[in-house]
């Protein structure tokens, strides 16, 4: 019962002895400060809407929460806020994304960390402590992800932290005795040095309670840490399997203990959660020590292990875990360099850690008064070793805890009142990045009557010291928010310094937030400018912002030229061509692009390449467009070209393949110029003269065919079938020349076009089609020669085949159908024939001011080439074109005379076979055409001219052929009204493949009108005629007019009694002819007896020759009726 008894009281004791120590807490820690202001009076900070307490962040290590009780020490009783204590953070990581407002800082990317997110409002905001070495590439990340919200740093404090091997007192103490310098790396060498007789043996510590199993230690088992060791200290036995191996599974043995393996010649040396593992480990085997490295259990044991055990030990600075024990640091080479650090090169010295502050975005935009005290706060080395021995002492006298921190933090402002004092900002002593104001919000002040509050600085302006001067109170050094310099900017708030604009941007005024950049036309090279410098006119630079005048280039549309009057020898320096390539010599800077080649802005004829081997993608020189050609003998002399695709431009001399020559002209051996233009390969057909000789096989057999089947005199029977068949082949065979004349001076035809109709053009050049320089070479002047005599060569066929059949009477042919028949082909092919008269006169300009025939590109008029052949085709015109003409004309106007004759009737039946006798001169409206068409690329060179000159000769064959109807059937009356029509039309479309620039653009629009005016001026007229037909004489003349016809029709009429005469006269009549006399008998018909006619209307009941009753006449018709 007395134990119980004792027991009891025993348990009570101790309860009221640990209420005791509680109740500070629970009854609030006393106030610092005499003047501290009260609990009552302290208020909150608001963010975004929210009111709470000033969030403060602690970390797990004493110093940080002596900084961390420190400040809130000052911002509660100084500067009157509420502090809400946040707990404490593990890591440097998790402090800085808890300030910037990441819900889950433990992420492992921006995007896991979840930062910034609406409607989250970080309750962290002040953090005392952060080793920037921890913690630098987590700041680096969070500013390249978004500076914005990246935590600020508020203090780079004086004090620096640091990590080392330490040895103690007594060790230390027992080696000096002995002689030894332990402290110094090079004593430790176990050649020299036996360091057991002062430590305790590796057997002495229990695995798994005291040392933490090899096995469990992530970074001896990493294979990046393991590979990096064998590359630092060369020991690739000491790793096995990509770890790195341990005796006992407890310790990494060292170079004195390892070969052979004897433990009890290595020192043991702990460190705890792999705490500069990668550097004990490398220094151990770096400077060949008999020390061996192992990792404490747990926390508890790794700070009673050196207490318990003589030992080597981690440890860091400031700190307190050892302070009490005389801990000296093992001095090695060094310290590190960052980048050997990380790249695990860990032989040296520990780098210092730079050591920081950091706030919430919010405290810094919000509220300066904290900020600035969190930016003040600062310690140095030996006050925080002075800090850390006073924080043991506390402990020591029962204050514990959080309340420990609080008194050391307490103890350290009563003992520097005046430092501490010192770090709470004046309301007039701004923080740098803010900066005084006067009342009305200004800026211009130098007084501290003048100063009213502290602001932000605003982008544009920096927070610059300056001192406040009074005639009344003490002066204040503070800050002034000054406008950025000309030449300076800055683009965001709160900041204590402006930038320089970077080369190739300036700011002209004060206060800027952004640079401007260099304008097209200006550059500036160095940084703080403000102004930019302007190109030499009218040069530009290819972009804004640039930065030297080497970036000055000529622009779009003009060249540098290289032959400059102020060039030494008038020849700038880098062009290494023959000087007479370059365009003429100029003092301009810039000159026009010459007409066909593209100039680049930046255009240099410096970069005009000498041959083909120089050409190269990146030169920039006046290149030829698309459809022009030049070469390097004459760079500039450009020739234009019938398609892009056979001159493709953008560099010098390059033609579709096969091809070669000015305009890409000619093509290589065995290949042959198809009618597009491109060069086609001759295949075997071609090769061997197989065409040409079929044809001369096959053309006589049909000929004869023909003339055997024309033979028959016209006047003797009806229109036949075939004579009909020949008309439409006629019309036809016109209608394909026309097309192909028209698509022959289009200068770029689509390709669907040009795929499906290229064979139109080829009729007007038939010997084309026998591919000669497949199998013969030869010369333009030879090829071009034959091709002028194809006529003749048809004469000749036809003067062949009449003398060889009088070899055989049954073959025999009649002299006058043999002619009529060559005469009716050179009729129905004479668009071609005058084309290919013509052919060496149609020609086109290229920019170079040189023309080349439009069939023959690389042909220039002015070689002797072309002039070879002037005499030649002049021959061919007078032949061909005067000498037919004239034959047709004078046959024509005999024709009245001498049709009675059946010879002439068969000679020249190709020109009345298809047409009304009415208009047995048909033929010559079809030569005219044929004239009108070929010369519309002789008398005119621009497209839209040749459109224009083409439609309006098309349309007025058009208009004739309604107007005279001079075919035979309805059937060739309507197939070339429809043709000519589709013509019309393709004329309308015409204007659509050709590039009509602004000259030409005009002049259809006056076109346009002149062809309205001439519609008006042709209803006028229309309307003067008809009232000049009610004139008396005009009257007169009709009436005349009516009287002799009458008198022809009585003449005509008593004759028309006999049924089957006028049925022999109706048979023998064309069908148009018989079409318009039955339509003048239905209208006899009508007007005289009064018949029924269907599709006509009557208007008399009997006719003229009925009855002529007042009564039948109505009311409304004349007496004479």
């Given at each position: 019962r007395?134990v119980?008894?004792?027991?009891?009281w025993a348990?009570?004791l101790?309860?009221?002895?640990?209420?005791?120590?509680?109740?500070?807490?629970?009854?609030?820690?006393?106030a610092?400060?005499?003047?501290?202001?009260p609990e009552?009076?302290?208020?909150?900070?608001t963010i975004r809407?929210?009111?709470m307490?000033?969030?403060?962040?602690r970390?797990?290590w004493d110093?940080?929460?002596?900084l961390?009780?420190?400040?809130e020490?000052?911002?509660t009783?100084?500067?009157?806020?509420h502090?809400?204590?946040?707990?404490?953070a593990?890591?440097?990581?998790?402090?800085?994304?808890?300030?910037?407002?990441c819900?889950?800082?433990?992420?492992?990317?921006?995007?896991?960390?979840?930062?910034?997110?609406?409607g989250?409002?970080?309750?962290?905001?002040?953090?005392?402590?952060f080793?920037?070495?921890?913690?630098?590439?987590?700041i680096?990340e969070f500013?390249?992800w978004?500076?914005?919200?990246s935590?600020?740093?508020?203090r780079h404090y004086t004090?620096?932290?640091?990590?080392?091997?330490?040895?103690?007192?007594p060790?230390?103490?027992a080696?000096?005795?002995?002689?030894?310098?332990?402290?110094?790396?090079?004593?430790?060498?176990?050649?020299w040095?036996?360091?057991?007789p002062?430590?305790?043996?590796?057997?002495?510590?229990?695995?798994?309670?005291?040392?933490?199993?090899c096995?469990?230690?992530?970074?001896?088992?990493d294979?990046?840490l393991?590979?990096a060791?064998?590359a630092?200290?060369?020991y690739?036995?000491?790793?096995?399997?990509?770890?790195?191996a341990c005796?006992?599974d407890?310790?990494v043995l060292?170079p004195?203990?390892?070969?052979?393996?004897?433990p009890?010649?290595?020192i043991?040396?702990?460190t705890?959660?792999?705490?500069?593992?990668?550097s004990?480990?490398?220094k151990?085997?770096?400077?060949?020590?008999?020390i061996?490295?192992?990792?404490?259990?747990?926390?508890?044991?790794?700070?009673?292990?050196p207490r318990n055990?003589?030992?080597?030990?981690?440890?860091w600075?400031?700190?307190?875990?050892?302070?009490d024990m005389?801990?000296?640091k093992?001095?090695f080479?060094?310290?590190s360099?960052p980048?050997d650090?990380?790249?695990?090169i860990?032989?040296?010295?520990?780098?210092?850690?730079?050591?920081?502050?950091?706030?919430?975005?919010?405290?810094?935009?919000?509220?300066?008064d904290?900020?600035?005290?969190v930016?003040?706060?600062?310690?140095?080395?030996?006050?925080?070793?002075?800090v850390m021995?006073n924080l043991?002492?506390?402990?020591a006298?029962?204050?514990?805890?959080?309340?420990?921190?609080?008194?050391?933090?307490c103890?350290?402002i009563q003992?520097?009142?005046?430092?501490?004092?010192?770090?709470?900002?004046n309301?007039?002593?701004c923080?740098?990045?803010?900066?005084?104001?006067t009342?009305?919000?200004?800026?211009?002040?130098?007084?501290?009557?003048e100063?009213?509050y502290c602001e932000?600085?605003?982008?544009?302006r920096f927070?610059n010291?300056?001192?406040?001067?009074s005639?009344?109170?003490?002066n204040i050094?503070?800050?002034?928010c000054?406008?950025?310099?000309a030449?300076?900017k800055?683009?965001?708030?709160?900041?204590?310094?402006?930038?320089?604009?970077?080369?190739?941007?300036?700011?002209?005024?004060?206060?800027?937030v952004?640079c401007?950049?260099?304008?097209?036309?200006?550059?500036?090279?160095?940084?703080?400018?403000?102004?930019?410098?302007r190109?030499?006119?009218?040069m530009?630079t290819a972009?804004?912002?640039?930065?030297?005048s080497?970036?000055?280039?000529?622009p779009?549309?003009t060249?540098?030229p290289?032959?400059?009057?102020?060039a030494p020898n008038?020849?700038?320096e880098?062009c290494?061509c023959?000087?007479d390539?370059?365009l003429?010599?100029?003092?301009?800077?810039?000159?026009?692009c010459?007409?066909?080649?593209?100039?680049?802005?930046?255009?240099?004829?410096?970069?005009?390449?000498?041959?083909?081997?120089?050409?190269?993608?990146g030169l920039?020189?006046?290149?030829?467009?698309?459809?022009?050609?030049?070469d390097?003998?004459?760079?500039?002399?450009?020739?234009?070209?019938?398609d892009?695709?056979?001159?493709?431009g953008?560099?010098?001399?390059?033609c579709?393949d096969?091809a070669?020559?000015i305009?890409?002209?000619?093509?290589?051996?065995?290949?042959?110029?198809?009618?597009?233009?491109?060069?086609?390969?001759?295949?075997?057909?071609?090769?061997a003269p197989?065409v040409?000789?079929?044809?001369?096989?096959?053309?006589?057999?049909a000929l004869?065919?023909?003339?055997?089947?024309?033979?028959q005199d016209?006047?003797?029977?009806?229109f036949?079938?075939f004579?009909?068949?020949?008309?439409?082949m006629y019309?036809?065979?016109?209608?394909?020349?026309?097309l192909?004349?028209n698509?022959s001076?289009?200068p770029d035809?689509?390709?669907?076009?040009?795929s499906?109709?290229?064979?139109?053009?080829?009729?007007?050049?038939?010997?084309?089609?026998?591919?000669?320089q497949?199998f013969?070479?030869?010369?333009?002047?030879?090829?071009?020669?034959?091709?002028?005599?194809a006529?003749?060569y048809?004469?000749?066929?036809?003067l062949?085949?009449?003398?060889?059949?009088?070899?055989c009477?049954?073959l025999?042919?009649?002299?006058?159908?043999?002619?009529?028949t060559?005469?009716s082909?050179?009729?129905?092919?004479?668009?071609?024939i005058?084309?290919?008269?013509?052919?060496?006169?149609?020609t086109?300009?290229h920019?170079?001011?040189?023309?080349?025939?439009i069939?023959?590109?690389?042909?220039?008029?002015?070689s002797?080439?072309?002039?070879?052949?002037?005499?030649?085709?002049?021959?061919?015109?007078?032949?061909?074109?005067a000498g037919?003409?004239?034959s047709?004309?004078?046959?024509l106007?005999?024709a009245?005379?001498?049709y009675?004759d059946?010879g002439?009737?068969?000679?020249?039946?190709f020109?009345?076979?298809?047409v009304?006798?009415?208009?047995?001169?048909?033929?010559t409206?079809?030569?005219?055409?044929a004239?009108?068409l070929?010369?519309?690329?002789?008398?005119?060179?621009?497209?839209m001219?040749?459109?224009?000159?083409?439609?309006?000769?098309?349309m007025?064959?058009?208009?004739?052929?309604?107007?005279f109807?001079?075919?035979?059937?309805a059937t060739?009356?309507?197939?070339?009204v429809?043709?000519h029509?589709?013509l019309?039309?393709?004329?309308?479309l015409?204007?659509?493949?050709?590039?009509?620039?602004?000259?030409e653009?005009?002049?259809?629009a006056y076109?346009?009108?002149i062809?309205?005016?001439?519609g008006?001026i042709?209803?006028?007229?229309?309307?003067?005629g008809?009232?000049?037909?009610?004139?008396?004489?005009v009257?007169?003349a009709?009436?005349?007019?009516?009287?002799k016809?009458?008198?022809?029709?009585v003449?005509?009429?008593?004759?028309?009694?006999?049924?089957?005469?006028?049925?022999?006269?109706?048979?023998?009549l064309?069908?148009?002819d018989?079409?318009?006399?039955?339509?003048v008998?239905?209208?006899?018909?009508?007007?005289?007896l009064g018949n029924?006619?269907?599709?006509?209307l009557?208007?008399?009941?009997?006719?003229?020759?009925?009855?002529?009753?007042?009564?039948?006449?109505?009311?409304?018709l004349?007496e004479?009726?």
């Amino acid at each position: 019962r007395r134990v119980r008894l004792l027991l009891f009281w025993a348990a009570m004791l101790l309860c009221i002895y640990f209420l005791a120590l509680a109740l500070p807490a629970a009854t609030g820690f006393p106030a610092c400060f005499g003047d501290a202001i009260p609990e009552s009076q302290r208020k909150n900070i608001t963010i975004r809407g929210t009111s709470m307490g000033v969030g403060s962040l602690r970390m797990s290590w004493d110093s940080a929460q002596f900084l961390q009780h420190l400040f809130e020490i000052l911002v509660t009783e100084k500067l009157g806020y509420h502090v809400a204590n946040q707990g404490v953070a593990n890591n440097a990581q998790t402090a800085l994304f808890q300030l910037g407002s990441c819900q889950n800082p433990g992420g492992t990317s921006m995007e896991e960390r979840q930062c910034g997110l609406d409607g989250y409002i970080t309750p962290y905001h002040v953090t005392m402590e952060f080793w920037n070495s921890a913690g630098a590439a987590y700041i680096a990340e969070f500013q390249a992800w978004n500076p914005a919200l990246s935590p600020p740093k508020a203090r780079h404090y004086t004090y620096v932290g640091a990590e080392y091997m330490f040895a103690f007192g007594p060790q230390i103490d027992a080696a000096r005795n002995d002689g030894v310098a332990m402290t110094f790396y090079k004593s430790w060498n176990y050649t020299w040095f036996d360091p057991t007789p002062y430590f305790s043996k590796l057997t002495d510590f229990t695995v798994g309670v005291d040392i933490a199993n090899c096995s469990t230690l992530f970074k001896l088992t990493d294979p990046v840490l393991a590979a990096a060791f064998i590359a630092v200290t060369g020991y690739a036995d000491a790793v096995v399997d990509n770890k790195i191996a341990c005796w006992n599974d407890a310790f990494v043995l060292g170079p004195g203990c390892r070969d052979p393996v004897d433990p009890d010649k290595c020192i043991p040396y702990l460190t705890y959660s792999g705490w500069l593992e990668p550097s004990g480990i490398q220094k151990i085997f770096s400077y060949n020590t008999a020390i061996a490295y192992g990792e404490a259990e747990s926390w508890g044991a790794y700070t009673q292990i050196p207490r318990n055990f003589r030992v080597l030990s981690y440890w860091w600075s400031p700190a307190t875990e050892f302070s009490d024990m005389r801990a000296e640091k093992l001095v090695f080479p060094g310290p590190s360099s960052p980048s050997d650090w990380a790249k695990n090169i860990r032989n040296k010295l520990y780098p210092i850690s730079e050591m920081y502050s950091f706030t919430a975005r919010e405290i810094k935009d919000l509220y300066a008064d904290i900020y600035t005290l969190v930016t003040r706060i600062d310690l140095s080395n030996q006050e925080f070793d002075a800090v850390m021995s006073n924080l043991q002492a506390n402990w020591a006298r029962g204050i514990s805890g959080q309340d420990g921190y609080r008194q050391t933090a307490c103890d350290f402002i009563q003992a520097n009142l005046a430092k501490t004092l010192a770090w709470i900002p004046n309301d007039l002593e701004c923080a740098a990045g803010t900066g005084v104001r006067t009342a009305d919000g200004g800026y211009e002040l130098t007084t501290r009557e003048e100063a009213s509050y502290c602001e932000w600085c605003p982008p544009g302006r920096f927070s610059n010291p300056i001192l406040l001067t009074s005639v009344s109170h003490a002066n204040i050094q503070t800050y002034r928010c000054d406008a950025c310099p000309a030449g300076q900017k800055q683009t965001t708030g709160g900041s204590t310094f402006c930038e320089d604009c970077s080369s190739g941007t300036f700011s002209s005024s004060p206060g800027t937030v952004k640079c401007s950049l260099c304008p097209i036309g200006q550059y500036i090279p160095t940084n703080g400018a403000s102004r930019c410098e302007r190109c030499p006119a009218p040069m530009v630079t290819a972009e804004e912002a640039s930065r030297f005048s080497t970036e000055c280039i000529c622009p779009v549309g003009t060249v540098r030229p290289c032959r400059q009057t102020s060039a030494p020898n008038a020849l700038r320096e880098g062009c290494t061509c023959n000087k007479d390539v370059y365009l003429p010599e100029t003092s301009s800077t810039c000159i026009p692009c010459p007409e066909g080649l593209d100039c680049q802005p930046g255009a240099d004829e410096k970069d005009l390449p000498c041959n083909a081997a120089m050409e190269s993608p990146g030169l920039n020189y006046p290149r030829p467009l698309p459809s022009h050609y030049t070469d390097f003998e004459s760079p500039y002399s450009v020739y234009l070209c019938k398609d892009a695709m056979i001159c493709p431009g953008n560099a010098i001399g390059v033609c579709t393949d096969n091809a070669y020559g000015i305009a890409c002209g000619f093509c290589e051996v065995g290949f042959y110029r198809q009618i597009d233009g491109f060069c086609q390969e001759c295949n075997a057909a071609f090769r061997a003269p197989l065409v040409p000789v079929l044809f001369l096989l096959g053309a006589p057999c049909a000929l004869i065919i023909i003339m055997k089947f024309s033979a028959q005199d016209i006047s003797k029977t009806k229109f036949s079938t075939f004579n009909e068949l020949l008309g439409i082949m006629y019309v036809s065979i016109v209608f394909i020349q026309t097309l192909g004349t028209n698509l022959s001076i289009l200068p770029d035809v689509p390709g669907v076009l040009n795929s499906s109709l290229a064979w139109t053009p080829a009729i007007s050049d038939i010997s084309s089609q026998f591919r000669l320089q497949c199998f013969m070479r030869m010369s333009f002047s030879s090829e071009f020669a034959l091709k002028l005599l194809a006529p003749l060569y048809g004469g000749l066929l036809f003067l062949a085949m009449y003398w060889v059949s009088k070899c055989c009477k049954k073959l025999a042919l009649d002299r006058d159908i043999v002619i009529g028949t060559y005469g009716s082909f050179f009729v129905a092919f004479f668009i071609s024939i005058t084309n290919l008269s013509l052919k060496l006169f149609q020609t086109y300009g290229h920019p170079n001011g040189e023309r080349s025939m439009i069939s023959e590109p690389a042909v220039i008029t002015s070689s002797e080439m072309w002039l070879s052949m002037v005499a030649g085709t002049t021959l061919a015109i007078l032949l061909y074109c005067a000498g037919a003409t004239a034959s047709i004309v004078y046959a024509l106007y005999n024709a009245p005379t001498f049709y009675k004759d059946p010879g002439f009737r068969k000679r020249w039946k190709f020109l009345f076979l298809s047409v009304r006798p009415s208009t047995y001169w048909w033929i010559t409206a079809s030569m005219v055409k044929a004239f009108f068409l070929s010369l519309t690329t002789v008398a005119f060179q621009r497209p839209m001219a040749q459109t224009i000159w083409l439609g309006s000769g098309l349309m007025l064959y058009f208009f004739a052929v309604f107007w005279f109807l001079p075919w035979r059937t309805a059937t060739l009356l309507w197939l070339d009204v429809a043709l000519h029509y589709l013509l019309a039309v393709l004329c309308l479309l015409m204007p659509f493949f050709v590039p009509a620039n602004a000259t030409e653009l005009m002049d259809a629009a006056y076109i346009f009108l002149i062809v309205c005016a001439i519609g008006i001026i042709c209803a006028a007229l229309c309307i003067l005629g008809v009232l000049r037909t009610q004139s008396p004489s005009v009257q007169r003349a009709w009436r005349l007019t009516y009287e002799k016809d009458a008198r022809k029709f009585v003449e005509v009429f008593q004759v028309m009694n006999d049924a089957k005469l006028m049925a022999d006269v109706l048979h023998g009549l064309v069908d148009v002819d018989y079409t318009l006399t039955v339509n003048v008998m239905k209208i006899l018909s009508v007007e005289l007896l009064g018949n029924t006619e269907s599709g006509r209307l009557i208007w008399r009941k009997g006719g003229r020759l009925g009855t002529n009753k007042k009564k039948e006449r109505g009311p409304d018709l004349p007496e004479e009726y």
